[in-house]
T-cell receptor, first 112, second 114 residues
Framework: SQKIEQNSEALNIQEGKTATLTCNYTNYSPAYLQWYRQDPGRGPVFLLL?????KEKRKERLKVTFDTTLKQSLFHITASQPADSATYLCAESPSGNTPLVFGKGTRLSVIA | NAGVMQNPRHLVRRRGQEARLRCSPMKGHSHVYWYRQLPEEGLKFMVY????????ESGMPKERFSAEFPKEGPSILRIQQVVRGDSAAYFC????????????FGEGSRLTVL
């Protein structure tokens, strides 16, 4: 069965730097990879989706890449701010409206 | 446009009691998903429903757990005879009939079993 692995449990970076989070999948190439943000005690919030045939997607300070050769997606936050501190979840789906499989998440701390 | 509404936000039950968690999807959304999250664990899929139909319940334990999404009213996740291991945050999410599958989550219901 498909596994989604987010290699870092926690990542600390300095304010203003670029945070890079990694998501690897083990088996088939998913149709979609999605990234969510989760704050403590809150529900996840959708951030970005990238399709299998897309190499890169951007939204404001966020950028997601999808490398089917490496079976990997990278999530970048440029000019990071303390308000970006949260847990970021990667999720995959073989097709639309198929239940998403989530990774365990990476807890990002941006230090002022 | 209200988001996904879950209630109760917090629920305390003693072992052997029943827990009922409710979820009202976003307006216009016909797909509902339930996920469970344990401390320091990822979100685990439980069940996927459309109105009056269970589409996929592969992640839901066969015993004590049930889910429904009636024609009228919220989706309900029911846990009978709760045990301590059922203590977790239960999240409901909804998605529109067409789309790329992005989910809109509620704030969760936190179940504590004493």
């Amino acid at each position: 069965s498909q596994k989604i692995e987010q290699n870092s449990e926690a990542l600390n970076i300095q304010e203003g730097k670029t945070a890079t989070l990694t998501c690897n999948y083990t088996n088939y190439s998913p149709a979609y990879l999605q990234w969510y943000r989760q704050d403590p005690g809150r529900g996840p919030v959708f951030l970005l989706l990238i399709r299998e045939n897309e190499k890169e997607k951007r939204k404001e300070r966020l950028k997601v890449t999808f490398d089917t050769t490496l079976k990997q997606s990278l999530f970048h936050i440029t000019a990071s701010q303390p308000a970006d501190s949260a847990t970021y979840l990667c999720a995959e789906s073989p097709s639309g409206n198929t239940p998403l499989v989530f990774g365990k998440g990476t807890r990002l701390s941006v230090i002022a | 446009n209200a988001g996904v509404m879950q209630n109760p936000r917090h629920l305390v039950r003693r072992r052997g009691q029943e827990a009922r968690l409710r979820c009202s999807p976003m307006k216009g959304h016909s797909h509902v998903y339930w996920y469970r999250q344990l401390p320091e664990e990822g979100l685990k899929f439980m069940v996927y429903l459309q109105k009056e139909n269970i589409i996929d319940e592969s992640g839901m334990p066969k015993e004590r757990f049930s889910a429904e999404f009636p024609k009228e009213g919220p989706s309900i996740l029911r846990i009978q005879q709760v045990v301590r291991g059922d203590s977790a945050a239960y999240f409901c999410a909804s998605s529109p009939p067409s789309g790329d599958g992005e989910l809109f989550f509620g704030e969760g219901s936190r179940l504590t079993v004493l």
